[in-house]
């Protein structure tokens, strides 16, 4: 068991790119969770897989966003056409009940 | 709607003082509650969840935090600081039967030697 993963651990990009993250959960966790988190503030809650299946999704989460989880392993978010707000840290958990969730170390994007 | 909010952003305290981190929550409906820690460029690590029982509860490195359904409070305690507690501290909320954290905005705690 080696946690949760995330990959990268910072990006910067310019304004109008897409990014794409990536997060390992602990194996055998069946729910994935995405969060974002801005400079001062608490991590707001994006997105919920269960196994494969995207099964909750905040209004945070724009149509420029979207989150995968092919085969209930891995997760993937995309942000298209990024924009200076888009700026945070984006934090992945994983667990096997909501109760429990475990955090990776986040991905923080800077958009120029 | 659920909310949290942490009534102090700051906290400074010298080493081995007492301290208590402010926890309020707003729900209409049975909540789960935690304290979460970050320390600088790390992930959110559990310190400590009430879920049922002893509305009093403990973390392994001596922080403590009570449940207070009538003033909608969990705030979080430790009778004597040190400097490896500098970290910021979240406290939040799960609705029972849902996914989704619900975070307060966070307590930034210094130590002070």
């Known amino acids: 068991d080696t946690g949760v993963s995330q990959n990268p651990r910072h990006k910067i990009t310019k304004r109008g790119q897409n990014v794409t993250f990536r997060c390992d959960p602990i194996?055998?966790?069946?729910?994935l969770y995405w969060y974002r988190q801005t400079l001062g503030q608490g991590p707001e809650f994006l997105t919920y897989f269960q196994n494969e299946a995207q099964l909750e999704k905040s209004r945070l989460l724009s149509d420029r966003f979207s989150a995968e989880r092919p085969k209930g392993s891995f997760s993937t978010l995309e942000i298209q056409r990024t924009e200076q707000g888009d700026s945070a840290m984006y934090l992945c958990a994983s667990g096997l009940v909501p109760e429990t969730q475990y955090f990776g170390p986040g991905t923080r994007l800077l958009v120029l | 709607a659920q909310s949290v909010t942490q009534l102090d952003s700051q906290v400074p305290v010298f080493e081995e003082a007492p301290v208590e981190l402010r926890c309020n929550y707003s729900?209409?409906?049975?909540?789960?509650l935690f304290w979460y820690v970050q320390y600088p460029n790390q992930g959110l690590q559990l310190l400590l969840k009430y879920l049922s029982g002893s509305t009093l509860v403990e973390s392994i490195n001596g922080f403590e935090a009570e449940f207070n359904k009538s003033q909608t409070s969990f705030h979080l305690r430790k009778p004597s600081v040190h400097i490896s507690d500098t970290a910021e501290y979240f406290c939040?909320?799960?609705?029972?039967?849902?996914?989704?954290?619900?975070f307060g905005q966070g307590t930034r705690l210094t130590i002070n030697p």
């Open positions: 194996s055998e966790h069946n729910r």
């Open positions: 939040a909320l799960l609705i029972q039967g849902a996914q989704k954290l619900v």
């Open positions: 729900s209409s409906v049975s909540v789960y």
